[in-house]
């Protein structure tokens, strides 16, 4: 039995989790996959009853009881600045040691992207970004602070276990998924000390698979590349703040965040998967959210429980339905989220 701790979060995450939930049981299912959910209030509305987003002992529940857990977006604007945020999604990725934020980006329907000439599943790639070091570590501080002579400073940390596992994680996934190249996007050339880290480490791991192609690029060269020509790269892995920027560009190569899932994986232990969106705020309550994103998520989580014709069951019920035109109005169709979690729900096995 696989035991699925949920969080459906704030704003519209309570219109497209349930439709998510509801497939990612309907799938398991048919495979006859046993899964159990328990459902958590932690987030905005916990935070303002409480002063708390999560309780502090919300990592040990999860590691103790769980094997994932499935969020939803996170905010809200009754609470200002992003302590819930900090609190609950932060604070889950960092309790849990989720070191690689794994986004697949593939490409359902030629008119779902920018790029001319692009067709169904030529653009398929998956970005690995490191998920606990970087710019975003939040070492720093400010001095003359509210004067004109103000000084920020921002540390950025790379550490060799940090790189080498997340690095490792993108070749072991290429492999297992019969991925066929690895693109490590860093920035040598200019970083003095980060850069030839991740190309020492990207030389020795690289070595471990000697069947999947793997290159290394400057991050502008990627992020340029990846929009002249998609079809040159599979998995990229890089760190945190270039796979932030890095994962946008590839989401709006493929229709946007409302087809975007992720995961934040911990290879040796309990991982977290949600959307990429936000709330939504503005169309809350409207019924028209895209359930698309949380409900490709919900594969991923199948497939790294070990359930893949699970996952690949959504994958095609997905397919089918956004070629067939049954869509959300933000690519393209005018259908319902219930309308279109249902479409979905009906082309599976």
């Given at each position: 039995?696989?035991?699925?701790?949920?969080?459906?979060?704030?704003?519209?995450?309570?219109?497209?989790?349930?439709?998510?939930?509801?497939?990612?049981?309907?799938?398991?299912?048919?495979?006859?996959?046993?899964?159990?959910?328990?459902?958590?209030?932690?987030?905005?509305?916990?935070?303002?009853?409480?002063?708390?987003?999560?309780?502090?002992?919300?990592?040990?529940?999860?590691?103790?009881?769980?094997?994932?857990?499935?969020?939803?977006?996170?905010?809200?604007?009754?609470?200002?600045?992003?302590?819930?945020?900090?609190?609950?999604?932060?604070?889950?990725?960092?309790?849990?040691?989720?070191?690689?934020?794994?986004?697949?980006?593939?490409?359902?329907?030629?008119?779902?992207?920018?790029?001319?000439?692009?067709?169904?599943?030529?653009?398929?790639?998956?970005?690995?970004?490191?998920?606990?070091?970087?710019?975003?570590?939040?070492?720093?501080?400010?001095?003359?602070?509210?004067?004109?002579?103000?000084?920020?400073?921002?540390e950025e940390i790379h550490?060799?276990?940090?790189?080498?596992?997340?690095?490792?994680?993108?070749?072991?996934?290429?492999?297992?998924?019969?991925?066929?190249?690895?693109?490590?996007?860093?920035?040598?050339?200019?970083?003095?000390?980060?850069?030839?880290?991740?190309?020492?480490?990207?030389?020795?791991?690289?070595?471990?698979?000697?069947?999947?192609?793997?290159?290394a690029m400057h991050i502008?060269?990627?992020?340029?590349?990846?929009?002249?020509?998609?079809?040159?790269?599979?998995?990229?892995?890089?760190?945190?703040?270039?796979?932030?920027?890095?994962?946008?560009?590839?989401?709006?190569?493929?229709?946007?965040?409302?087809?975007?899932?992720?995961?934040?994986?911990?290879?040796?232990?309990?991982?977290?998967?949600?959307?990429?969106?936000?709330?939504?705020?503005?169309?809350?309550?409207?019924?028209?959210?895209?359930?698309?994103?949380?409900?490709?998520t919900a594969a991923m989580?199948?497939?790294?429980?070990?359930?893949?014709?699970?996952?690949?069951?959504?994958?095609?019920?997905?397919?089918?339905?956004?070629?067939?035109?049954?869509?959300?109005?933000?690519?393209?169709?005018?259908?319902?989220?219930?309308?279109?979690?249902?479409?979905?729900?009906?082309?599976?096995?």
């Amino acid at each position: 039995m696989a035991k699925i701790a949920v969080i459906r979060g704030d704003g519209i995450a309570n219109e497209v989790m349930p439709e998510a939930e509801e497939i990612l049981l309907a799938a398991a299912n048919t495979v006859s996959f046993p899964v159990d959910f328990t459902h958590f209030d932690w987030g905005s509305d916990r935070y303002l009853r409480e002063g708390r987003g999560m309780p502090e002992d919300a990592c040990d529940i999860i590691r103790e009881g769980f094997d994932a857990v499935f969020q939803g977006a996170i905010g809200d604007p009754r609470v200002p600045g992003s302590i819930v945020q900090e609190q609950v999604i932060m604070g889950i990725r960092n309790g849990l040691d989720a070191y690689a934020n794994v986004r697949p980006c593939r490409l359902y329907h030629e008119d779902l992207t920018p790029l001319k000439g692009r067709g169904k599943g030529e653009i398929d790639h998956v970005v690995f970004r490191e998920n606990t070091e970087g710019l975003y570590v939040n070492v720093g501080g400010l001095f003359k602070q509210g004067t004109p002579d103000e000084v920020a400073l921002q540390e950025e940390i790379h550490t060799y276990k940090g790189v080498e596992r997340v690095v490792r994680a993108a070749f072991s996934f290429a492999e297992r998924h019969g991925r066929r190249k690895v693109t490590v996007a860093d920035k040598a050339g200019g970083l003095r000390f980060a850069g030839p880290v991740w190309r020492r480490v990207w030389e020795e791991v690289r070595a471990d698979f000697p069947d999947i192609e793997t290159n290394a690029m400057h991050i502008d060269a990627v992020a340029m590349e990846i929009i002249r020509h998609p079809g040159d790269f599979d998995v990229i892995v890089t760190e945190n703040m270039f796979g932030d920027i890095l994962s946008d560009i590839t989401s709006a190569l493929v229709g946007g965040v409302g087809l975007a899932p992720s995961a934040n994986l911990n290879m040796e232990g309990v991982s977290m998967f949600e959307p990429v969106h936000g709330t939504a705020p503005d169309i809350y309550g409207q019924g028209i959210a895209n359930p698309v994103a949380a409900i490709l998520t919900a594969a991923m989580l199948l497939d790294h429980l070990g359930c893949a014709e699970g996952a690949a069951a959504i994958h095609r019920a997905v397919e089918e339905a956004i070629e067939a035109g049954e869509r959300t109005g933000d690519i393209g169709g005018t259908l319902s989220t219930r309308a279109c979690g249902e479409a979905i729900r009906k082309r599976l096995p």
